[in-house]
């Protein structure tokens, strides 16, 4: 069974940084993709961020681009996403997310494993 468990979220004012963690399992991290989700109150769950531990892949949502950055470190079994310039829109839960096929990681569906969640709270 697939463990992932998120770190780092809190409360920042609007134009500053949050770096989020999530720690894998060694067999996650050498095999899946992994990626971010958020969802906002009374919204639906939408796709963040997402790469491959290996390397050559990092996807991010158009709302994200220049702003966020994932990555990740394979000592550590760590996958990050660093948060700058943040926005009130940014705020939401945050998830982390895992699946061996990108295009199901993306979409966000049945296959995937989730980590708790994370809230981010970004103050005007």
């Known amino acids: 069974q697939v463990q992932l468990v998120e770190s780092g979220g809190g409360l920042v004012q609007a134009g500053g940084s949050l770096r989020l963690s999530c720690v894998a399992s060694?067999?996650?991290?050498?095999?899946?993709?992994m990626g971010w989700f958020r969802q906002a109150p009374e919204k639906e769950r939408e796709f963040v961020a997402a790469f491959s531990p290996g390397g050559g892949v990092r996807n991010y949502a158009d709302s994200v681009k220049g702003r966020f950055t994932i990555s990740g470190d394979n000592a550590k079994n760590t996958m990050y996403l660093q948060m700058d310039s943040l926005k009130p829109e940014d705020t939401a839960v945050y998830y982390c997310?895992?699946?061996?096929?990108?295009?199901?990681?993306?979409?966000?569906?049945?296959?995937?494993?989730w980590g708790q969640g994370t809230q981010v709270t970004v103050s005007s």
């Open positions: 060694r067999q996650t991290f050498r095999t899946d993709y």
């Open positions: 997310a895992a699946d061996r096929v990108l295009a199901r990681l993306r979409l966000g569906g049945t296959s995937v494993a």
